[in-house]
């Protein structure tokens, strides 16, 4: 039985199971074993924790996450050529690694975590998106994950924690930060990644409140932002014109002019709105 610190460098062990990156996989691998210690730091205190880990490829976060004391981590690889590199790290762990081989949109990873748990990962990009949108809309709230810190292109980061009036203001903002503290803790220039991809990249810490900070029905609150960012440039009393026969009326009655853009309006006053539509 080895220790973390006494496995090989990363480069070592791409090039030993020759774990050449696949695009159709989103593999830019993160290498430099400081950077994800400091990711796995940005996830708070580990120890106590069961750690979600998708995409763990050659393991260098992994490594990070073990190193920060997490109890248990358990790491979802869609490649099969990354679980002997992976093995050789939970040989160094015995107990506190468990690997799963297959897709993480497809395997129910619930029955392998205890709480509390946290999710860290820096995820495949084609997949990112529709990872954080189920984990944000799980059938019950509180959700099984205290908090999640996950690397996205700084695009997408900048997209979960808009406020309004900004560019990226829009539907998965409302969704992520309903009932999230949402902010971006770091933010990592391509070359970061080996091999480096086309723009920069960004990890978002999202925690999970006990309950949303305004309260509403979160269906209303989700059929109401599709509609109003739909036809974002239009005021809301024509993009709103499906809710409701007194859209206007309705818009005044909880302080939002009829005339306004579905950019200005914030998460207050989206919730104000749906609570007022699922009292009509
Ligand atoms: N965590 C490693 C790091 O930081 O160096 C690798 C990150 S790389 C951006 C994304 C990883 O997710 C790759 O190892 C890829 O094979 C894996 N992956 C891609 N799609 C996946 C899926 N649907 N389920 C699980 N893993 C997936």
Sequence with gaps: MGTIDGLPPLREVIRAHDLVAKKQLGQNFLLDLNLTAKIARAAGDLTGCDVLEVGPGPGGLT?????????????????????????????ACPGRLTVLHGDALELDLAQHLTPPVKIVANLPYNVGTELLIRWLTPETWPPLWSSLTLMFQKEVAERIVARPRTEHYGRLALLAQYRCEARIVMTLPPEAFTPAPKVHSA?????????????????????????????????????????????????DSVGIP??????????????ALARAVAED
Excluded: W
């Design 63 to 91: 490594r990070g996450l073990l190193a920060e004391g997490a109890r248990h981590v358990v790491a979802v690889e869609k490649d099969a050529r990354a679980l002997p590199a992976l093995a050789e790290i939970a040989a």
């Design 203 to 251: 990890v978002v810490q999202l925690t999970a409140l006990p309950q949303p900070l305004y309260p509403c029905d979160f269906g209303v609150l989700q059929r109401i932002t599709a509609m109003a960012f739909n036809q974002r440039r239009k005021m809301l009393r024509a993009s709103l014109k499906g809710l409701h026969p007194e859209i206007g009326t309705l818009l």
């Design 258 to 271: 009829p005339t306004a853009r579905a950019e200005e309006i914030g998460l207050e006053g989206f919730c």
